[in-house]
């Protein structure tokens, strides 16, 4: 992972403020919810606090501002003495670092655009009269405004009706110990149905069919999505498009403005060695002659622009025919072991007539595969070679590229980065494989497997003669689910990001026709994977300055960012034409 890093932090030693972290027993309730006075929702540091500790699990505060915090809070100290370093360092400790409580807005009346935000945040009256009657000389030091201090510091009544925040839920440090509001505090909200509640923020629009999401791993954290016409946009850190293309290859691409017309630019994966290596690795489809083939090209960054291919360069790895329009799978993506992937359809039409067994169980065609090639070293001589270790190597009559078989159309799959803490999963290959009229299906792809269609689809028989052949041998699903949930599914990937721990080890992914997001988790007891719906947050839960709980309803593809972060594209009008498309990343609302 570039750039960014997840972390473990050790739990606060003051008792009192390790109840807001621990106690769960239900869901906050009440009018205000966790939010800073940014406007924005709590979240995980990237790095450790070091001052106010006790919110380095969730809270408000990055490090810097921990920094800020802590300089202020020693430069009113150097006012006392150490007895009175002793007597009032807590009351300022405590007070200061309130703006890193994931109630800050609330604490300090942020939450009412009507009202002027406090000065310092709202107190309980006990707490008050305790630091009152301790350090009440303390507070000139807090505040800019000695006017105020002088007219109050005498005077209990005025000194906490200055202070005090005339809510007994939110105050400090009630709003600490409030299991009510505390329970599950940074943890995944659910409905009352169970379904998980996330939200989202717009990152791209105007797109027409967004197909793919990639990045280089090159610590530039830009980020490309190409459309289905053939054209690939680049996305720099802060958001902007660059308004050159970084491939066009509209002139090239096959494909329509049909709704639902599978043809066209799907994918492009990025040489794992980008900076070095510098090549690209495009799929899509093409016409020659009177046939329509899909093709693998590669090509070479510009040595003029580090933001666009050579146009010039293009060199076909593969191209093989499609007997019919639909179905032509789409998927490129490098493993960990630095071999190029390359999932195809099984030809089209339904239920994969090719042949005596269709084109997916046989293996001297190239369809209805996975195939492994070596892309490397390939600047003389052919364009791929094969690995050493490909399944089927010896086979006779079987294509040497074939890395696993049996898949009807794999559409979006994806590779494990694994449990950023113990790695477990990485490398796993994931893969929605798209149903024939009952099932949708999610695959994990080992080598030599062989996945079913069109014997199977899901867990169920299709093809009954072939589906009781003793020969069949083939993997079953990690789930399936029937066309009453969707009809096509979209795979996506297992998050492993830094900003949304409660998400780590969960597989995203979705329903191009229904719209529904769905997650699996693993149960590594059992080695089962449990189905929870993901469903937007309500009104509260997203309403942050950036964030949404609405989305379009055609999920064409998933993509990840340098850091992990997971995003998904989705389309108001299925067409390669229409300018509907959106780039939507998934935010945990409960731990930002």
Known sequence: MSGLSCWGVEMPENRLLLIVLTVLVRSWTGDAHPQCLDYKPPFQPPEPLVFCKEYAKFGCCNLDKDNEIS???????????????????????????????????HLYDAEDANTPMRQLPGLCGDYCSDYWRQCRYTLSLLLDNNNITTAIEDNHNKFCNFLVLKDPQYCYPNVLSNAELNSKLGDLQEDPEGCLQLCLQEVANGLRNPVAMVHA??????????????????YLANGSRIDRPFLNLTKAVLTSPWAGDERGFLCMA??????AVRKAYVYY??????????????????????????????????????????????????????????????????????????????????????????VDNNDDGAPYSIPSD????????????????????????????GDPVSGHGRGRLFCGDVGQNKFEEVDIIVKGGNYGWRAKEGFSCYDKRLCLNSSLDDILPIFDYP??????????????????????????FGDFMSGRLMSLRENLSTGEWDYTEICMGGDKTCSFPKLINSYYKYIISFGEDEAGELYFLATGVPSAQSRAGVVYKIVDPSRY
């Not at 066309?483 to 597989?507: A, D, E, F, I, W």
């Open 71 to 105: 300089e202020k809070f020693y430069q009113v100290m150097d006012y006392f003495d150490f007895t009175g370093f002793v007597a009032c360092g807590k009351y300022i400790r405590s007070i200061l670092c309130q703006e890193c409580s994931p109630y800050a807005a």
């Open 217 to 234: 791993n090159d610590g530039t954290h830009r980020f490309w999505v190409a459309e289905q016409l053939g054209y690939v946009w680049t």
């Open 270 to 275: 990025l040489h794992p060695r980008f900076t």
């Open 285 to 374: 489809s093409v016409k020659v002659g009177k046939e329509e083939r899909i093709r693998i090209s590669e090509f070479v960054l510009s040595d003029a622009d580090m933001n666009m291919l050579d146009h010039t360069s293009e060199r076909v790895l593969l191209e093989v025919k499609e007997p019919a329009s639909n179905h032509n799978g789409g998927q490129l993506l490098f493993g960990h072991d630095g071999y190029l992937y390359i999932f195809t359809g099984d030809g089209g039409r339904a239920g994969d007539p090719f042949g005596k067994f269709g084109n997916s169980q046989n293996k001297s065609a190239l369809l209805g595969k996975v195939l492994r090639v070596d």
């Open 390 to 417: 490909n399944p089927f190597l010896g086979e006779k009559g079987a294509h040497p590229e074939i890395y696993a078989y049996g898949v009807r159309n794999m559409w979006r799959c994806s590779v494990d980065r």
């Open 483 to 508: 066309h009453k949930m969707g009809k096509s599914v979209t795979g996506g990937y297992v998050y492993r990001g830094c900003q949304m721990p409660n998400l780590n080890g969960r597989y995203i």
